[in-house]
């Protein structure tokens, strides 16, 4: 953790070349203490647009004053009747519905630490981070209640709150849209979990009680954000309250006038349990009180068209391929782009092409953000006056530095390659109680992203590679050594090693090297084998027998290797 006189003075005089590059209107810091606590910001845009609407799903809406309501419910039951104390953690599992917020924000005004869960992971992922994080209670979509029942009693987790879709729809609309789902499209597998409560009967019982928030401080931790890991297994980043308020405030340093207070309308079909949409789609927008409209699947293409077309959106979030699907949608073109004013893409590289053709049909730039789970997300971002760079992730938000370090230490000038290094109030505080991994990523202070990038003579970055192995599947990390441990566990399975590889559609796709130890393996069963264990973007697109695998002299398989092969053998 040390470093050499030399590369320590370098650091002390860091040179910032990218101040001569940001717009006018942005501003070179911010203040991260300008809250306490995500709940106090929270109350402020309750008071200033309290009968706005703040979320909408379905064509139902929540106003700011509604959902304070709801949210204070809902803390109440969880301080109040269930006796949950500040810094416990509850885990939330669902989709993006109005639920999301309620729980997420009423949580967080009762001083608990929120756990953030995909709702697609199978019980042997949910059981990892249930057990990880500490989680004694957890909300959960019925949809994926069956998944919980068979492992929560090897957890901590105390109490279940189950949700239906429908359920903070009025009347009528409530019954029917949990009826079809149970019924007709039979997407709630049967489950039993004894003892359980409905999220209804939660809000009401906790509307019987006043809600006391404990004295929360912005060093507290608000959410366990899980990434994957490169042992197999993810971890817990540790997000305080600090460093969301400090992303969100360095949100608004960086777009300057751009964000119009109470006007905006913004879409999310990226899942609010991933940082990107969870800052700035929930939290950003909800601090100018604009209009957020929840897609709870975007994959059903007809269904998130019909909905898109009901609104004058101001701001479109996305990854690549959920901007390259749209776009390939005959309809989407007729759409009236007017109100457009901001696009922003992350969570993976947005193809030059892909930018491009937005710009064409739209009318709108679809700048190129990055950031990480570790860094609450955002670390570079494009400006949004029209001076963006195709291919690059921007210049440094407000109060963020960033530098490229060669493996001593040592930060190189523009146009040399080297590790992305960064450090800012938005750098989380560790991994959850894993000191190990922690000291791995940092160097004093500075947050070793493990990307592998560029700087040019203006300060803009550009990701060039990946130190880490981790795979990038349309916006999310996939680590091989949790593949691989998946693949190993199957009985007809010797050795395994997993690469990813360009894909089109997803940016990266996992191929997985098989050496097998029985003869009737077939491609089919390990994929199947996969499909039971592991989320399905973690699956392996394609499968690969070999006789043997390339291995260092301590037998360690050389994933490097594999992908050099790999590629030449395209050529």
Not at 292 to 319: C, H, Q, S
Request: hydrophobic content about 40%; proline content about 5%; glycine content about 8%.
């Amino acid at each position: 953790m040390t470093m050499e006189a030399g590369a320590t003075q370098t650091q002390n005089q860091i040179e910032r070349p990218w101040l001569k590059s940001y717009p006018k209107n942005v501003q070179q810091e911010i203040n991260p203490d300008k809250y306490k606590n995500i709940a106090e910001l929270f109350d402020e845009s309750v008071r200033q647009y309290a009968d706005l609407h703040a979320f909408v799903h379905m064509d139902v809406t929540l106003t700011y004053k509604q959902l304070d309501k709801l949210t204070d419910d809902f803390g109440a039951y969880l301080s109040n009747v269930l006796g949950l104390k500040k810094g416990d953690r509850i885990a939330i599992q669902m989709p993006n519905m109005l639920q999301f917020p309620v729980a997420m924000f009423g949580a967080i005004k009762a001083g608990l630490t929120v756990v953030n869960v995909n709702p697609l992971y199978t019980p042997h992922e949910l059981k990892h981070q249930l057990n990880d994080s500490g989680a004694i209670a957890i909300v959960i979509l019925s949809n994926f209640a069956s998944n919980l029942e068979q492992i929560v009693a090897q957890t901590k987790i105390k109490t279940v709150i189950v949700t239906d879709i429908g359920d903070l729809f009025p009347g009528l609309k409530k019954h029917i849209v949990n009826l079809v789902v149970k019924y007709v499209k039979k997407m709630v597998p049967a489950y039993s979990l004894p003892g359980h409560i409905r999220f209804s009967t939660a809000l009401s019982e906790g509307a019987k009680h006043k809600l006391v928030r404990p004295a929360v401080v912005n060093t507290d931790v608000a959410f366990l954000q899980y990434t994957g890991g490169t042992t197999g297994l993810s971890k817990g980043a540790t997000l305080t309250h600090r460093n969301i308020i400090a992303n969100m405030e360095q949100i608004f340093g960086w777009v300057g006038t751009a964000f119009i207070p109470g006007k905006e309308i913004i879409i999310t079909a990226l899942p609010l349990y991933h940082i990107f949409a969870l800052t700035v789609n929930c939290l950003a927008i909800f601090k100018v009180g604009g209009k957020n409209v929840l897609i709870t699947n975007p994959r059903d293409m007809p269904a998130f068209l019909k909905e898109l077309k009901k609104y004058k959106f101001t701001v479109f979030t996305g990854v690549n391929t959920l901007f390259n699907g749209l776009m390939n949608q005959p309809e989407f073109k007729t759409f009236d782009f007017s109100q457009l004013r901001m696009s922003l893409g992350g969570g993976m590289a947005v193809q030059d092409i892909v930018a491009t053709r937005w710009k064409e049909m739209t009318g709108s730039d679809l700048v190129e953000a990055y950031g990480l789970s570790e860094t609450s997300p955002g670390l570079t971002a494009n400006p949004v006056d029209g001076t963006h760079k195709l291919g690059y992730i921007g210049l440094p938000i407000p109060s963020t530095e960033v530098v490229i370090a060669d493996d001593e230490g040592n930060f190189l000038p523009a146009g040399e390659r080297g590790e992305i290094w960064a450090r800012g109030p938005q750098v989380m505080s560790g991994y959850w109680q894993k000191p190990e991994e922690t000291a791995n990523v940092f160097h004093n202070d500075w947050f070793k992203t493990g990307d592998i990038g560029i700087m040019d003579e203006e300060g803009f970055f550009k990701i060039v590679d990946r130190k880490k192995e981790m795979v990038l599947v349309s916006g999310f990390n996939v680590y091989p050594s949790e593949v691989e441990n998946v693949i190993a566990s199957h009985p007809k399975v010797l050795e395994v090693g997993v690469i990813g590889v360009p894909d089109d559609k997803t940016s990266e796709a996992v191929k997985a090297f098989v050496v097998k130890k029985d003869d009737s393996l077939t491609v089919e069963e390990v994929i199947a084998h996969c499909k039971q264990n592991l989320t399905a973007y973690k699956c392996p697109k394609h499968v690969e027998f070999k006789t043997e695998l390339p291995k260092t002299p301590v037998g360690k398989i050389l994933r490097r290797a594999l992908k050099e092969a790999d590629q030449a053998n395209k050529k």
